[in-house]
């Protein structure tokens, strides 16, 4: 059993664990689908999510710490990070799986933007709360390449640190900052005309 599943969800009397998946079945697979972009995969981390969390609730040791919702999404985030863990336990270092960028396209010779990029906006706590934007972004990532992409969502989406992703991904600290060099400008490229039609 992970940290996350021991964690303390609210008082047992408020609420039923009968009840939440009807409460939050929805909420929790779309974080996972989000990550995984598959739905048989996101469905069976929620169900998982949701086995881990009854277990740890029966066991009684609980203080009421955090929001229940909260709590399920810990323990779910540990399960994404298992399943990238089992994914890539076995793959080599290598970057087969990356599109190579032409970076002269986006820089001159002394590392000046080509074109500068254009304002972003709104904060991206608020763009990522809109729906429309929502999809602009979930189908720009799934340009990436798998281990790119993968890389993108475990940082920008979870705020994992380096250190944790290469050792999720099976990668160096180098190859993690190409990767995400990479998709960091393939992002703004792809999310740019997205951005500009809101400004």
């Known amino acids: 059993m992970t940290t ?4 303390t969800p609210p ?5 039923d664990p ?3 998946v009807d409460q939050y079945a929805d909420p929790l697979y779309g974080f996972a689908l989000l990550r995984v972009t598959d739905a048989a995969v996101a469905e069976e981390l929620v169900q ?7 277990t740890a609730f029966k066991g009684g040791n609980f203080h009421g710490k955090s929001s229940l919702q909260s709590w399920l999404t810990g323990i779910l985030k540990h399960k994404i990070m298992d399943h990238f863990r089992k994914k890539y336990r076995n793959s080599a270092d290598t970057f087969d799986d990356i599109r190579e960028e032409k970076i002269a396209d986006f820089f001159d010779a002394k590392g000046n933007w080509q074109v ?3 304002s972003w906006g ?6 990522y709360e809109q729906q429309e934007l929502m999809l602009a972004l979930i189908e720009c990532i799934d340009t990436l390449a798998e281990r790119q992409a993968d890389a993108f969502r475990l940082r920008e989406l979870d705020g994992e640190e380096a250190k944790v992703i290469c050792k999720v991904l099976q990668i160096s600290a180098t190859n993690y900052w190409v990767l995400m060099h990479r998709a960091r400008l393939a992002m703004r490229r792809c999310m ?3 951005l500009a039609r809101r400004s």
């Open 4 to 7: 996350a599943e021991t964690n």
């Open 11 to 15: 008082d047992r009397d408020t609420d």
């Open 18 to 20: 009968e009840q939440w």
């Open 48 to 54: 998982e999510t949701f086995l881990a969390a009854l």
């Open 116 to 118: 500068k990029p254009g």
């Open 122 to 127: 709104d904060t991206p706590q608020k763009k």
């Open 192 to 194: 740019e005309p997205h």
